[in-house]
């Protein structure tokens, strides 16, 4: 089939008047819009926000005044040296964290009349870096704010930083002796250790080494609860939790203690249902849960005294307030109004002194005070050449691709996409059959993605998209490649489809056009993130804007600052990012610390490389190139002045904007 009309008139056809219409030029962009796009009033609040410069700006201390823009501060750093992909740590958020945890507890302590107090603990395993630790002690003293150890690593790390009278120190995870007896021998230190039993087998530990150094213990008990949260943790309770007591076990430690003469060692019990637990209900059916087994145990007569409701406080990583497991349905004050009527409903109803409340909210802590931040470094964009003007001796599937462009409607759009569909697949076929030449393949090509094109614009004005084009938008995104690696600096995404809120730190009082997916540095297809937060569902993209020649452009990722730097690896040697740790003042903000990120000679000595060895078997194989005559004595010196130079620079790429 051969088309009679011309090229113009298939462009004017294309879409009709009825489409032109509907694609009538939208009002103006605003940050208000790119603040509704990317949710940040929902998780943003109340740290992160738009200025009228289209930056992103941070107010660590909240509402309570200070602000900094992101992205000056991103230049001034680099300015100071310090280079991208870059972790910007805010020590005022966490400070401002930790005091809104203790005050809504007081809040509640209050409300309900409660006799008892609160202490919570920071659990170290969320983020082990040393500033970040010794500021949550540091910040957490006002409060008798402790740590929890779940391993005899961060039990060193505990014992060499903590020292606020009164606050506790929870000792979770296997133990062996020598875990046990360094634990009981800080009490000679003024620590405050509770050695919790996770398995029976460590019950015999505990009294052999408290008997051995002649040292009183103060043990708990960690229960595994029937109570269950749903998502990605929710085997952390339940009969298959891989940690915990069941309440047989539970009795028979209590019976094992007071065999020993140390039943008065028993004072705290211990539940985990998960982390990030999105609903509040299951959070009040595990207080619930927990509280009738602690009041049950006071009833036997073991001296108890703590009720630790461990972690789970949730994120609301995409500002949604929904039970999704982004998010969360509740506020850290209705948490701890929660948590402390429960236990208070239960004491009361068995007449036992209300325990102290301990909680172990790492993730809550945690999370806000980190933003990474990146360069994209280019794009997989493809360029679409003007169309070319139908020819006689078109064949059937090109002929039929220009008829359904020409056909293209708003009420015509579905039709036309399955149409291209067929007409696509049949030009591929008879290319692979050798009827249709190379150049026809290509023309072929461009006019079915000048097809999705033009029908992709008319669905996203529809109210509804049908499910058959869906697929469509996806194939639509650009890659984008950016300057880090998904493995080490945000695993989480990887590992178990974490989501994390992603916003270009500039440029918001544009809109942004294209629809993107984010590629990392590393050599893996999986090295890419395609899903991203949205209200209603997870999206396959991220809008953001066209890039600009010599002109950098900055993405930044928000509240990533728990397990996200401890669990990040090695993949493709790409090593720990610069970090840089921030407190504003009424003055601006000053760099507290700065910390380099791995060299590649950092790296390479993790997998057993020495950098001597290395740099004298480049030296050696020059020398023989020059006995050779391969090489010049300039390239020579030049090939290992670079390779040295490398092995002391940055594992990521330095764009000529840096």
């Given amino acids: 089939m051969v088309l009679a009309r011309p090229l113009q008139?298939?462009?004017?056809?294309?879409?009709?008047?009825?489409?032109?219409?509907?694609?009538?030029?939208?009002?103006?962009w605003t940050v208000r819009d790119s603040e509704a796009l990317y949710r940040m009033e929902g998780w943003g609040e109340p740290y992160f926000s738009i200025n009228q410069a289209g930056h992103v700006t941070v107010s660590p201390h909240g509402d309570r005044g200070g602000c900094v823009d992101l992205y000056e501060l991103v230049q001034d750093l680099q300015r100071r040296g310090l280079r991208l992909p870059l972790l910007i740590r805010f020590s005022d958020i966490l400070a401002d964290r930790i005091e809104r945890l203790n005050a809504c507890f007081a809040r509640a302590i209050a409300r309900y009349n409660y006799a008892g107090v609160y202490r919570g603990v920071y659990p170290v395993k969320v983020n082990q870096q040393r500033h970040l630790v010794e500021e949550v002690v540091e910040y957490g003293k006002p409060y008798q704010f402790g740590l929890e150890a779940g391993s005899k690593p961060e039990l060193l790390i505990a014992l060499s930083l903590l020292r606020t009278p009164g606050a506790l120190l929870i000792c979770n995870g296997y133990k062996d002796a020598e875990f046990i007896e360094t634990a009981l021998l800080s009490r000679r230190l003024g620590q405050n250790p509770i050695i919790v039993i996770e398995q029976l087998e460590e019950v015999a530990l505990v009294i052999a080494a408290a008997r051995k150094l002649g040292i009183a213990p103060v043990v708990g008990v960690r229960a595994k609860l029937n109570t269950k949260a749903s998502g990605h943790w929710e085997d952390s309770a339940g009969e298959r939790a891989k940690f915990g007591l069941r309440l047989w076990e539970i009795?028979?430690?209590?019976?094992?203690?007071?065999?020993?003469g140390m039943g008065d060692a028993l004072q705290l019990l211990h539940f985990h249902i998960g982390s990030q637990v999105s609903s509040i209900g299951a959070i009040k059916d595990a207080i619930r849960e927990a509280a009738q087994i602690y009041t049950e145990l006071v009833r036997l007569g073991a001296p108890m005294g703590y009720l630790d409701v461990g972690g789970g406080l949730a994120v609301d990583y995409d500002g949604s307030k929904t039970n999704f497991a982004a998010s969360k349905n509740y506020s850290m004050q209705n948490y701890a109004y929660d948590v402390v009527a429960g236990i208070k409903d239960a004491c009361t109803q068995k007449r036992v002194p209300v325990p102290t409340i301990v909680s172990e909210s790492g993730r809550a802590i945690a999370s806000h005070q980190s933003v990474l931040v990146f360069e994209v470094l280019g794009s997989g964009a493809m360029t679409r050449e003007p169309l070319p003007a139908p020819a006689a001796d078109d064949p059937l599937p090109i002929a039929n691709l220009y008829e359904t462009l020409a056909s293209l409607t708003p009420a015509t759009y579905q039709e036309c996409y399955h149409d291209a569909e067929q007409f696509r697949d049949e030009a591929i076929a008879a290319f692979g059959l050798g009827y249709l030449s190379l150049l026809q393949r290509v023309k072929a090509e461009r006019l079915y993605g000048e097809c999705c094109d033009r029908i992709l614009a008319i669905a996203r004005q529809q109210d509804y998209v049908p499910d058959d084009l869906e697929d469509l938008e996806k194939a639509a995104t650009v890659s984008y490649y950016a300057n880090f690696s998904v493995f080490q600096s945000l695993p989480d995404s990887w590992a178990i489809d974490q989501l994390f809120p992603m916003v270009p730190i500039h440029r918001l009082d544009?809109?942004?056009?294209?629809?993107?997916?984010?590629?990392?540095?590393?050599?893996?297809?999986?090295g890419r993130i395609d899903r991203f937060i949205?209200?209603?569902?997870?999206?396959?993209?991220?809008?953001?804007?066209?890039?600009?020649?010599?002109?950098?452009y900055y993405i930044g990722v928000f509240l990533n600052g728990a397990y996200q730097e401890i669990l990040g690896d090695l993949h493709n040697l790409f090593g720990d990012t610069d970090a840089v740790h921030i407190q504003v003042n009424p003055d601006g903000y000053k760099v507290e610390h700065a910390i380099a990120g791995d060299a590649m000679a950092d790296v390479l000595r993790y997998v057993q490389y020495d950098r001597q060895a290395m740099v004298e078997s480049i030296r050696r194989a020059t020398e023989q190139a020059l006995q050779q005559k391969q090489m010049t004595i300039e390239e020579a010196r030049r090939l290992v002045e670079?390779?040295?130079?490398?092995?002391?620079g940055y594992t990521y790429l330095q764009s000529e904007n840096q």
């Fill in 510 to 526: 544009e809109e942004p056009t294209v629809r993107a997916t984010l590629a990392d540095l590393t050599c893996d297809s999986d």
């Fill in 251 to 260: 009795l028979a430690v209590w019976e094992r203690l007071q065999e020993a």
């Fill in 9 to 28: 008139a298939l462009e004017t056809e294309a879409l009709g008047t009825e489409s032109l219409a509907t694609l009538e030029k939208p009002a103006a």
């Fill in 642 to 648: 670079t390779y040295e130079r490398c092995l002391s």
């Fill in 534 to 552: 949205d209200l209603k569902d997870v999206k396959p993209y991220l809008e953001l804007h066209p890039l600009r020649a010599g002109e950098s």
